[in-house]
């Protein structure tokens, strides 16, 4: 596994990168600093992100390592029927965000906010409250696995749960008492059958 330590340093400073530039301290200095460049803040993040994982899907293929597993049969169908599900469910999820704010393409109609921080819940929503988390984790843990998946999917196991940390402290800071009680009513990653939102209730929420 020892061939696999580049991709695992990898995956830490992206996690670092990425959670340092999504923190409210960095939007504020580019806010004080650079006002002229806050409506393009969001636009710019996204393209580091995409650029900042290139380099480890590159070092997942060069250096894949030992093969472990792979789904085969009825195992292959139930392994990428979750996926799909997921991606759908996940793809059910952005119903709840301003998606041209959240990739920042809205600066480029002219639209000078960065995003709307308007508290909505889609049905995914009702429960868990991360749910592109949820599904994504269920995406990677039905792949086929070598070493390189392994220790890819290990760590965005661990920065998903780490992130979902760090994400509720930013949302409580936006909108208080509000996601407060949310998070009281659903759980963060794992659904619980006996913790969600009822549809009506949910409504209260928004």
Excluded: C
């Amino acid at each position: 596994m020892m061939d696999q330590l580049p991709l695992a340093i990898g995956w830490v400073l992206y996690a670092l990168l990425h959670s340092l530039l999504a923190g409210l301290r960095v939007k504020a200095a580019v806010v004080r600093l650079w006002p002229g460049f806050t409506p393009w803040y969001r636009l710019a993040y996204n393209g580091v992100a995409l650029l900042a994982v290139l380099p480890l899907i590159w070092l997942m293929r060069a250096v894949p390592g030992a093969e472990l597993w792979a789904w085969n049969g009825a195992w292959a169908w139930l392994a990428n029927g979750l996926a799909a599900a997921a991606l759908f469910g996940a793809m059910q999820s952005s119903q709840a965000y301003a998606m041209n704010d959240f990739l920042g393409l809205g600066v480029l109609g002219g639209d000078k906010a960065i995003e709307r921080d308007v508290f909505r819940l889609s049905t995914p929503h009702r429960f868990v409250r991360h749910p592109w988390y949820s599904f994504g984790l269920v995406i990677v843990w039905t792949r086929d696995m070598n070493a390189a998946m392994l220790v890819s999917a290990l760590a965005i196991t661990i920065y998903f749960v780490a992130g979902s940390w760090l994400e509720e402290k930013k949302l409580i800071a936006i909108h208080g008492d509000t996601y407060r009680r949310y998070q009281e009513r659903v759980p963060g990653l794992l659904p619980l059958p006996w913790k969600y939102l009822q549809s009506e209730e949910a409504k209260r929420f928004t």
